[in-house]
């Protein structure tokens, strides 16, 4: 089955059954590998995406759901010479230990921003649900919060 959607900021076509998660087309048939599989069963959020702006788990969304939307992963949040202001303070912070859930992470944080520009810690505890199992949670908010409080 053929599905047009946009990903990144391309206009692509995916060749996929409907019921095929997101995780692997955007792994296996467009070749965008920061997007990590965790769990298989949307609990630890190494895999999130944003789609139409939301952040998604895109283990558990069915490639059959997304035509005509706007999907974007790790790959489109930063570069690395001009990384995204969360990916700056990650690096800042010393978030990442191994490393596996961080683009997950930073995915579920910019969603977060982009509408809670200036989370409280209750409101960062409660967006982000990601599972870090090196419990880099408290490097996780005080990066969010350096952030908020620079304005970006």
Same mark, same amino acid.
């Given at each position: 089955m053929a599905i047009e959607a946009r990903v990144n900021g391309k206009a692509v076509t995916l060749h996929a059954e409907d019921d095929t998660p997101l995780l692997w087309v955007l792994r296996e048939e467009l070749g965008l590998t920061g997007t990590k599989f965790g769990c298989g069963i949307a609990a630890c959020g190494a895999c999130s995406v944003h789609i139409d702006g939301e952040v998604a788990r895109s283990c558990s969304v069915p490639v059959g759901t997304i035509a005509g939307k706007a999907i974007t992963t790790i790959e489109a949040l930063g570069a690395p010479d001009a990384p995204h202001p969360l990916q700056a303070a990650w690096i800042a912070h010393q978030v990442p230990q191994c490393g +596996? =859930?961080?683009?997950?992470?930073?995915?579920? &944080? &910019?969603?977060?921003? !982009?509408? /809670? %520009?200036? %989370?409280?810690?209750?409101? @960062?505890? &409660?967006?982000? /649900?990601? @599972? =870090? #199992? =090196?419990?880099? +949670?408290? #490097? @996780? #908010?005080?990066? @969010? !919060? &350096?952030?908020?409080?620079?304005?970006?």
């Open positions: +596996y =859930c961080q683009s997950g992470q930073l995915m579920a &944080a &910019a969603a977060l921003l !982009k509408h /809670t %520009p200036h %989370p409280s810690d209750d409101e @960062i505890d &409660a967006a982000m /649900t990601n @599972i =870090c #199992r =090196c419990a880099t +949670y408290p #490097r @996780i #908010r005080e990066a @969010i !919060k &350096a952030v908020a409080g620079a304005g970006a």
